[in-house]
């Protein structure tokens, strides 16, 4: 964070129960170097980052997870866009995956219909601290995942958009032992009934508008209701293209 070209941030790191005797050493370490360190039982990724949102004293957020990383000019080049344009609640980039995996990944970004069916936005990302507290941070009940997907559903539907630079400024760990692969996907369906259930009433409006645009992609002559949900779920699981 230290190597950001844009010099005017604090940094807060918020310890999510771990006992780890090295961590906490070096947690109590760079408190010593004007970092605040908040500890706190685990309460999952979305508890966490509500904790380290609360205490920030500037009117922009940059969440980032221990094992990510910035480039250097992501701040810099983030702020630039959200000065030029108060109606982007979020910036992102492309990301550079490492580690496991080495791929890149184009998220879109963009407004609530580039959300219905996917995040289109990582938790690691630049986010205007009043977006922030108007929908609430993240939703601390999803303490498996997909919570940035249905944080950025949020921001997006109070007419927000999401900007992504297009560049690799993101850098993701991929590993065997990620959140991804250990909590979310083995619990997909279950997280995203919630957040289907949760926003029912925008899902059905959205699925109406996509319907009348003709933006559904068909694949039996007669469709039925059931059908639409069978869509919609090949959808959310990326069964097709």
């Known amino acids: 964070m230290r190597k950001q070209t844009y010099k005017n941030f604090e940094i807060i790191i918020v310890n999510d129960g771990s006992t780890d005797t090295t961590t906490l050493q070096i947690l109590y370490e760079l408190e010593k170097q004007d970092i605040r360190v908040i500890h706190q039982p685990n309460g999952r990724m979305s508890s966490a980052r509500n ?121 993701y760990r991929q590993t065997k032992k990620s959140t991804l692969k250990t909590h979310t996907l083995p619990n997909a369906f279950s997280i995203i009934d919630y957040i289907v259930n949760k926003h029912s009433d925008w899902y059905l409006n959205e699925i109406k508008k996509l319907i009348l645009n003709k933006e559904i992609l068909y694949t039996e002559s007669r469709i039925s209701f059931q059908n639409i949900w069978k869509m919609l779920k090949n959808r959310l699981f990326k069964k097709y293209k």
């Open 51 to 171: 904790a380290g949102v609360k205490e920030a004293k500037g009117s922009i957020i940059a969440a980032l997870d221990a094992d990510d990383y910035f480039h250097p000019t992501f701040f810099e080049k983030a702020i630039k866009v959200l000065k030029e344009d108060e109606n982007i609640a979020a910036v992102t980039s492309y990301i550079q995956m490492f580690g496991e995996t080495n791929k890149l990944s184009r998220p879109r970004g963009g407004n609530q219909e580039n959300f219905l069916f996917s995040s289109q936005c990582p938790a690691c990302a630049i986010v205007r601290k009043k977006c922030w507290d108007e929908v609430g941070g993240y939703d601390e009940q999803m303490i498996l995942g997909y919570e940035d997907w249905e944080f950025y559903i949020r921001v997006t539907q109070k007419d927000w958009t999401v900007f992504v630079i297009p560049e690799p400024l993101l850098f």
